[in-house]
Each structure stands twice: as C-alpha cells, then as structure tokens.
C-alpha cells in the first residue's frame, strides 16, 4: 500500500547530539514537509522541499536541518542547536497540482530528550 | 498575518451528543480551509476540506460550510460515537503557497 513511512517512532537522545529522523514515502509526491506538534500549539512547519534537491525553511527551521537527494526521501535532523528538541514530528506529502490540496502524513515520530 | 482559531478543548461529549467545534480564520485573501482529524498515536488526515465561499466539506458525517462573512468554517456532527475520538485541527491554505496553517487543536472525548 502507498504512504508514508516515518522511523523510528520513539526516540530518546541525550543533550548535545545530533539525531535523524527518517521519512520515506512511495506516493510519487513531489512536495514533502516537515511539522513539529507540541501540546497545545498546534502543527508548525518546520522545512518543506518541493522538488529533489531543493528544501525551503518553514517557521521554525532553527536547530534543524534536512535533505533531498531522492524523491522518496526527506530526512530531519535535529541538532544540538536545537533548544527544545522534545516535541512529536510529523512528516507529509503532497502532490502539487491544481485541485490537489490534501496532505498525507506519517504516523510521527516521538523525541524526548533526556 | 494568517491565523486559524479554534475553541479550546478538551470536548467531553455522551455518544449521540450533536457535536460543533468552532474555527474561525484571519486571512487576507481567499484560503482554502480544511479539518484533518488525529486518532490516538497516529499521524493526521484529512477529514473534510472546502475551496470556496459557502462550499460545504462533508464525510463520515462530519460536515463544515465556508463562511466568508463570518470567517469561519465550524465543524458539527449530528450524533457523534465513541470511534469519533480524536483531536481536530482546522487549517487553511492558499492555492499555490506549501504553507498549511493549523490552528491549535481540540481534542474531543466521547463516552459511551
């Protein structure tokens, strides 16, 4: 079945490292994202690329990083320049095209910093 | 700059209850608005959407009207049950702008 495959879903890290989060979709979906989920605020953007190779920052891209060097691809790194990594990141994709409105999103993955 | 509202949760409601959650949106030209619905330990999906003034989005019994004279684009239900639990975002969008703005969330518990 076609979706998107986020991993791992909980994760724990200890101050001052790095971790990726991984986000792979087989929808043939051009545009993929990232949103980070705190209680209470909602889903903020946190990077978006629209096609291979090319990624935008969101709202609150400091502390994070990411790539595209495949289609199906688009991990997150959450770096130590990171203030308060603890937070529920959901990736998703879309389909850029007139009419095509809908995100589809992972299941999450779950970070917690220890 | 663009901002979705929705009414604060949590909802606590008895199976059958009518259900309406509110939203309204600040924006300055002509969003497309939509509820995406997350079920316990999963990811979000679309619930409804609608593209225009006085559309109306509709599924699974959930239905929510474009209002552009009052901005808003409630979500109600006319008898909810227990599966119907879940947090709902509202959250626009304008044709051709990546950027999906979400409001906060309402997270709605149905007892039986």
């Known amino acids: 079945d076609g979706g998107i495959t986020q991993s791992p879903k909980y994760l724990f890290r200890k101050e001052g490292q790095n971790v990726t989060l991984s986000c792979e979709q087989n929808l043939n979906h051009d545009a993929m994202y990232w949103y980070r989920q705190d209680p209470g605020q909602g889903l903020r953007l946190i990077y978006y690329s629209q096609i291979v190779n090319d990624f935008q920052k969101g709202d609150i891209a400091e502390g994070y990083s990411v790539s595209r060097e495949k289609k199906e691809s688009f991990p997150l790194t959450v770096t130590s320049a990171q203030k308060n990594p603890t937070a529920f990141y959901l990736c998703?994709?879309?389909?850029?095209?007139?009419?095509?409105?809908?995100?589809?999103f992972g299941e999450g993955s779950r970070l917690t910093v220890l | 700059g663009d901002s979705v509202t929705q009414m604060e949760g949590p909802v606590t409601l008895s199976e059958e209850a009518c259900l309406t959650i509110?939203?309204?949106?600040?924006?300055?030209?002509?969003?497309?608005l939509f509820w995406y619905v997350q079920y316990p330990g999963e990811g979000l999906q679309l619930l409804l959407k609608?593209?225009?003034?006085?559309d109306k989005g509709s599924n699974k019994g959930f239905e929510a009207t474009y209002r552009k004279e009052t901005t808003s684009f409630h979500l109600e239900k006319g008898s909810v049950q227990v599966s119907d639990s879940a947090v709902y975002f509202c959250?626009?969008?304008?044709?051709?702008?990546?950027?999906?703005?979400f409001g906060t969330g309402t997270r709605l518990t149905i007892i039986p």
């Open positions: 959250a626009l969008r304008y044709f051709g702008n990546e950027k999906l703005t």
């Open positions: 509110n939203c309204t949106y600040t924006a300055t030209g002509y969003p497309s």
């Open positions: 609608a593209t225009k003034a006085d």
């Open positions: 998703a994709s879309r389909n850029p095209g007139r009419g095509v409105e809908e995100l589809f």
